[in-house]
C-alpha cells in the first residue's frame, strides 16, 4: 500500500490490514463435530488467500531474485501467479538448473522451494497454469491447452439429478475455454486438444472423437463397446434413416458405417480412426 497507493489515509490503511488480519483468524471448519481454528498460514479457499499469496510470493522473489542482476543475468522475461512461474531463459539446461539452485538457496530461509521446474528447447511445449506455450522457428507464440497427468477430466456424472442446462452449460464453457487457450491454427480445425471431446460432423463422417495421451484408450473401448446399443436407439437410428447412414443405398449390406470417427490430434496429418463392423 505503501508503494502503489500513497494517497490512501493512514487510517484507511490500517482498518484494511485489521480485516486482513480478521480475515485469517477467522478461518475455521467443523470435521466430526468438532470445530477446528487454522493457526498458521492462508486458509485454502479463503476470500482473500490468492491476493495474500500473491503479494507475499513477489514481495520475497523481488527482494531475494528479481533485485539480483548477477542472478537474473540469463532471465529475458518472467511471468508468475502464485506459485506458478514461467519465463524465457537464455542459456543451457545446465545453467538454469544452477539457476533454479541458487534461486532456491535464497528463499529456503522463508519456507519457500522450487520442487519441479522444466526448461524446453525453442519450439518446444512448456507449461505455466492451464496454458503450454512455445515460440516457433519465427518468433511467433503458440499455445495449446494443459492438463495434468492425475487430471481425470470428470465434470458430471452424467446420472446426476442436475437440471439440464447445466450439462450444456458445462460443455459451453469448456469450448470456450478451449477458444481462448488454443490459438494455431490446427484448433481451428478441431485436431487440437488436449481434452476428449465429442464433435458432431457432417452424416457421412459420423461423430469425430477428439483425443490425446493413452490414457484415452478407456474411453475409446467404451465408447466402442457401447455403439451397437447407440447406433441401435431411437435417437441415432432416426437420424440414419433421414440422412442415409446405414441404408443399402451408402454402404454394402455386410458393412455399417461407425457411428464414431476417432482422432488422433498429435499426428503429422490427422489421422481418423474408424470400425466397421460386419
Not at 19 to 32: C, E, W
Amino acid at each position: 500500500m505503501d508503494e502503489c497507493r500513497e494517497n490512501w489515509d493512514p487510517y484507511f490503511k490500517r482498518w484494511m490490514l485489521k480485516l486482513v488480519d480478521l480475515s485469517l483468524r477467522a478461518s475455521v471448519g467443523m470435521f466430526n463435530e468438532s470445530w477446528y481454528k487454522q493457526k498458521r498460514g492462508v486458509p485454502t479457499g479463503g476470500s482473500l488467500c490468492v491476493q495474500i499469496a500473491n503479494i507475499a510470493v513477489y514481495y520475497i522473489m523481488r527482494d531475494l531474485v528479481y533485485s539480483d542482476e548477477s542472478l537474473m543475468e540469463h532471465i529475458k522475461s518472467v511471468k508468475r501467479y502464485i506459485d506458478d512461474g514461467s519465463g524465457a531463459f537464455s542459456g543451457t539446461k545446465r545453467q538454469f538448473g544452477e539457476f533454479i539452485k541458487k534461486v532456491n538457496d535464497k528463499i529456503s530461509c522463508h519456507g519457500l522451494n522450487i520442487d519441479e521446474h522444466c526448461i524446453e528447447d525453442p519450439g518446444e511445449y512448456v507449461a505455466f497454469l492451464d496454458i503450454q506455450f512455445c515460440f516457433n522457428g519465427d518468433g511467433n507464440l503458440k499455445t495449446d491447452l494443459y492438463v495434468k497427468e492425475t487430471d481425470s477430466r470428470s465434470y458430471l456424472y452424467d446420472g446426476s439429478s442436475h437440471p439440464n442446462h447445466t450439462f450444456s452449460s458445462i460443455v459451453y464453457s469448456t469450448s470456450l475455454r478451449l477458444r481462448r487457450i488454443i490459438n494455431n491454427s490446427a484448433a481451428s480445425n478441431h485436431t487440437t486438444t488436449n481434452s476428449s471431446i465429442l464433435v458432431p460432423t457432417s452424416p457421412d463422417s459420423g461423430i469425430r472423437v477428439i483425443s490425446t495421451y493413452d490414457s484415452d484408450k478407456d474411453l475409446r473401448d467404451v465408447v466402442m463397446n457401447l455403439e451397437p446399443a447407440l447406433t441401435a436407439s431411437r435417437s441415432f437410428s432416426s437420424a440414419e434413416s433421414s440422412s442415409g447412414l446405414g441404408s443399402t443405398q451408402s454402404a454394402p449390406p455386410t458393412k455399417k458405417k461407425s457411428l464414431f470417427n476417432f482422432v488422433n490430434p498429435f499426428a503429422p496429418e490427422v489421422d481418423i480412426y474408424t470400425r466397421s463392423s460386419d
